[in-house]
């Protein structure tokens, strides 16, 4: 079966660091632009990175450009969130998805309607 699975959320102090993995099975992740997503409560779900299986081009919102770094290891079968410099405001369910119709070929995609794969999410917590 095709399936994604985050991990690596968790509780943090504002300006430390995490890093969310996005572990797939039952299908090839790096052929698939993948996206990472966040939704804090009561706000819509919001892209905040992608990486594109065509040349591995990355996007990231303007939220968290140089503080997120997105990364894939083919080998892992795996996509990488790197956050530092966390704020309270990055506080949010964390999710990954695939584009696995192949919809975009270009480029990958920041909003959900490019994605129709889509992990459980983890929580990330920005606390003292």
């Known amino acids: 079966q095709v399936q994604l699975v985050e991990s690596g959320g968790g509780l943090v102090q504002p300006g430390g660091s995490l890093r969310l993995s996005c572990a797939a099975s039952?299908?090839?992740?790096?052929?698939?632009?993948i996206g990472w997503f966040r939704q804090a409560p009561g706000k819509e779900r919001e892209g905040v990175s992608c990486i594109s299986s065509s040349d591995g081009s990355t996007y990231y919102a303007d939220s968290v450009k140089g503080r997120f770094t997105i990364s894939r290891d083919n080998a892992k079968n795996t996509v990488y969130l790197q956050m530092n410099s966390l704020k309270p405001e990055d506080t949010a369910v964390y999710y990954c998805a695939a584009d696995y119709r192949l919809l975009f070929r270009a480029m990958c995609v920041m909003f959900t309607g490019g994605y129709d794969r889509w992990g459980q999410g983890t929580q990330v917590t920005v606390s003292s």
């Open positions: 039952g299908f090839t992740l790096n052929y698939y632009n």
